[in-house]
């Protein structure tokens, strides 16, 4: 497994399938995908992001795949919580941050393109590489942050349950046309039952 894919998986834990449990949907907004108690993200900067992979992989764009639709909220959800809580922590990432975490991947992938189709194979489009790339700065630096003696397992925990920990207090909640979202696992899961059309973006 290269370097790249071990970043994506491991700046994805947050958003892994586990057991779940259906979240109230009474903070939704008409038009929103995800909603959080001052903030949400909307249908159209989903659709903004998911045909920004297909459109990387060569795919077509009129019916999108619901798994992905679903690995792309759970991702944007997961930002908005890491962001807010590096926010909370008066952690900040600079470019320069940025420019060198890429650095490194590309010379231990072999470059850049071969980094952007690392991260395109765990449907993260080149446009979207740098916005992860922060996401893995943010979570390293919240777990030193949260925990600076802790090994880098109980670090990584420390940020699990601190992100789960806002989720709920953030009152996270996702339109049921997407999916269902656990903020104890911090998980999206799939359609309620009682809902019979797929989760895909109109």
Same mark, same amino acid.
């Given at each position: 497994?290269?370097? +790249?894919r071990?970043?994506?998986? %491991?700046?994805?834990?947050?958003?892994?399938?586990?057991?779940?449990?259906?979240?109230?949907? =009474?903070?939704?907004?008409?038009?929103?995908?995800?909603?959080?108690?001052?903030?949400?993200? @909307?249908? +159209?900067?989903?659709?903004?992001?998911?045909?920004?992979? /297909?459109?990387?992989?060569?795919?077509?764009?009129? @019916?999108p795949? =619901?798994?992905?639709?679903?690995?792309?909220?759970?991702?944007?959800?997961?930002?908005?919580?890491?962001?807010?809580?590096?926010? *909370?922590?008066?952690? !900040?990432?600079?470019?320069g941050? /940025?420019? *060198?975490?890429?650095?490194?991947?590309?010379?231990?992938?072999?470059?850049?393109?071969?980094?952007?189709? !690392?991260?395109?194979?765990?449907?993260?489009?080149?446009s979207?590489? *740098?916005?992860?790339?922060?996401?893995?700065?943010?979570?390293?630096?919240?777990?030193?942050?949260?925990?600076?003696?802790?090994?880098?397992?109980?670090?990584?925990m420390?940020?699990?349950?601190?992100?789960? %920990?806002?989720?709920?207090?953030?009152?996270?909640?996702?339109? #049921?046309?997407?999916?269902?979202?656990?903020?104890?696992? /911090?998980? /999206?899961?799939?359609? #309620?039952?009682?809902?019979?059309?797929?989760?895909?973006?109109?």
């Amino acid at each position: 497994m290269t370097s +790249a894919r071990r970043l994506t998986l %491991a700046a994805a834990a947050f958003a892994t399938s586990a057991a779940l449990v259906l979240s109230g949907c =009474a903070n939704q907004e008409p038009g929103s995908a995800a909603t959080f108690s001052d903030s949400r993200i @909307t249908e +159209a900067q989903l659709t903004d992001q998911v045909m920004a992979v /297909l459109e990387a992989k060569g795919q077509s764009t009129s @019916t999108p795949d =619901a798994g992905l639709v679903q690995q792309t909220l759970g991702r944007m959800i997961t930002m908005v919580l890491v962001d807010r809580l590096a926010e *909370e922590q008066g952690l !900040a990432v600079t470019q320069g941050d /940025l420019d *060198e975490m890429r650095v490194r991947l590309e010379a231990q992938v072999g470059g850049s393109e071969a980094l952007q189709q !690392a991260f395109l194979q765990e449907n993260v489009a080149p446009s979207q590489l *740098e916005a992860l790339l922060l996401l893995q700065i943010q979570a390293q630096e919240l777990g030193i942050a949260l925990n600076p003696r802790g090994s880098a397992e109980e670090q990584g925990m420390a940020v699990f349950e601190a992100v789960s %920990a806002l989720s709920t207090d953030l009152d996270t909640t996702v339109s #049921p046309r997407f999916g269902t979202w656990d903020p104890i696992s /911090l998980s /999206l899961g799939a359609v #309620p039952n009682d809902l019979s059309t797929p989760p895909v973006i109109e």
